[in-house]
């Protein structure tokens, strides 16, 4: 199942436009240079997958050789804390490794990627964090989270309900939430972490050089299966989309089970990616929209073709490993844990 719907496109200023720029992109990719393990993470051109599906260009933004987290959210998790701090103690983000341990404790909700950024970067700091998880997130990542020093658990909640049991804790402890969703009120920080991913998009652009792509496809929701059952937009994100995108897509967990396949089993020529579901998605779909007889209409909508340049941003590797190898060796969907 694929459905594609345009987006009705407002126009109008924003009141985050700001908080997007080219400098600011430059600033953030500067701070993350500055910690321990920065590399920026590889750009794989699928020249042979473009090739067969009928595309001038694929690549794919590897994001599972980001600070040994194996996923992305480590870049917007350590720009947050960083700013956090340096805002309450009127200093500078690159001031802040200097702090008192255990000054601060960060709380926030989480499937498993997001969650594991903050812990990962509250213990660099040598700060306190505490992490809950929807229902049905999987024990591994929860694990992966403990393993950085954080206190977390799974709770039997979905996640828009976790992330308001994150904020209750967080208001009678005293603790900092460190959201990556944001509402009315409570966008300050949700801007910072949105400010951090800036590093990727500023890194693959710097890669492409000269190529501009004329489709990107970027994951929408929070975090993989289990958390892409959120039902509540993110307001900063949610204006962003709303000026540049052009389409919103909803599809089955099959197509991010085939973009785990494609991506882990390349043609020749092309270098293998380690993606799980959150961050195969985009390639799925692109794969699925290419190669489908039926999709013809939906190609034709979206204007892919033999001139087409695509990008996408595998965001994940295989953070759960266990779904991984069901998914991609025994071909499951990823359903059922």
């Known amino acids: 199942m694929i459905n594609i719907v345009p987006i009705q496109k407002d ?25 321990p393990g920065y590399e920026a993470t590889p750009l794989r051109e699928l020249s042979a997958l473009a090739k067969h599906v009928g595309l001038k260009n694929l690549f794919v933004k590897d994001e599972s050789y980001r600070f040994e987290l194996n996923a992305f959210k480590g870049l917007g998790g350590s720009y947050a804390l960083a700013e956090v701090i340096a805002t309450k103690l009127n200093i500078t983000p690159a001031e802040v490794k200097n ?25 660099n700091l040598k700060q306190q964090a505490v992490v809950y998880m929807p229902k049905g997130s999987a024990v591994e990542r929860l694990e992966n989270i403990r393993k950085l020093g954080a206190t977390a658990e799974i709770t039997e909640l979905n996640y828009d309900d976790t992330v308001r049991f994150a904020k209750s804790q967080g208001d009678a402890n005293g603790w900092i939430l460190v959201q990556d969703t944001a509402w009315p009120g409570y966008e300050e920080i949700p801007g910072w972490i949105m400010q951090g991913y800036m590093t990727m998009a500023l890194e693959a652009v710097q890669s492409l050089g000269d190529i501009v792509p004329t489709h990107i496809f970027l994951q929408a ?10 039902g509540e937009v993110c307001t900063v994100g949610w204006e962003q989309i ?36 959150s961050g195969a998605v985009t390639t799925g779909l692109v794969y699925r929209l290419m190669v489908d007889a039926d999709k013809a209409p939906m190609r034709s909508e979206l204007g892919l073709n033999e001139e087409s340049v ?6 994940e590797g295989d953070t759960d ?16 844990k």
């Open 221 to 230: 929701g929070v975090g993989a299966m289990a958390g892409l059952c959120c």
């Open 242 to 277: 709303r000026q540049f995108g052009d389409y919103s897509v909803s599809c089955d967990d099959k197509v991010a089970a085939d973009g785990m396949r494609v991506l882990g089993n390349p043609l020749y020529g092309d270098e293998q990616i380690i993606s799980g579901e």
């Open 11 to 35: 126009v109008r200023s924003s009141d985050f436009d700001a908080l997007f720029t080219v400098a600011k992109a430059k600033a953030v990719k500067e701070f993350h240079e500055s910690l």
């Open 310 to 315: 695509v990008l996408c941003i595998s965001t």
């Open 321 to 336: 490993t266990v779904n991984y190898r069901r998914i991609v060796w025994d071909g499951a969907c990823g359903l059922i």
């Open 99 to 123: 702090v008192e341990p255990n000054s601060f404790t960060f709380v926030t909700a989480t499937d498993g990627n997001h969650g594991r950024g903050i812990a990962w970067a509250a213990k």
